[in-house]
Nanobody, 123 residues
Framework: QVQLVESGGGLVQAGGSLRLSCVAS????????MGWFRQAPGKERDVVAG????????HYADSLKERFSISRDTAKNTVYLQMNSLKPEDTAVYYC????????????????WGQGVQVTVSS
């Protein structure tokens, strides 16, 4: 059993920052990439960022790369998402994912998903 547990969400005012964490636990599994996705009410799940687990190469959705930063700590089995200059449109449930795939943009590249953490940005 593999578990991904997100934390760090909450309510923040526009312009503020949050740092999400995602800890992976359980059995050893093939993990090439980890990523963050988000889903706002009534909308599809969108990719936010991805990171290659071994090399630490990062990727971002074009509209977010100036404000968001993904990183990982392999010793702690943890991936982070630093979110700065938050806007009300960033309000969503944020999901962590891990998988053996290579295309960080595609949900199908990920085999395991967390339960999600709510981020709410007030105006």
């Amino acid at each position: 059993q593999v578990q991904l547990v997100e934390s760090g969400g909450g309510l923040v005012q526009a312009g503020g920052s949050l740092r999400l964490s995602c800890v992976a636990s359980g059995r050893t599994f093939s993990r090439n990439i980890m990523g963050w996705f988000r889903q706002a009410p009534g909308k599809e799940r969108d990719v936010v960022a991805g990171i290659s687990w071994s090399a630490g190469i990062t990727h971002y959705a074009d509209s977010l790369k100036e404000r968001f930063s993904i990183s990982r700590d392999t010793a702690k089995n943890t991936v982070y998402l630093q979110m700065n200059s938050l806007k009300p449109e960033d309000t969503a449930v944020y999901y962590c994912a891990a998988g053996a795939g290579v295309n960080w943009r595609r949900p199908g590249a990920y085999d395991y998903w967390g339960q999600g953490v709510q981020v709410t940005v007030s105006s």
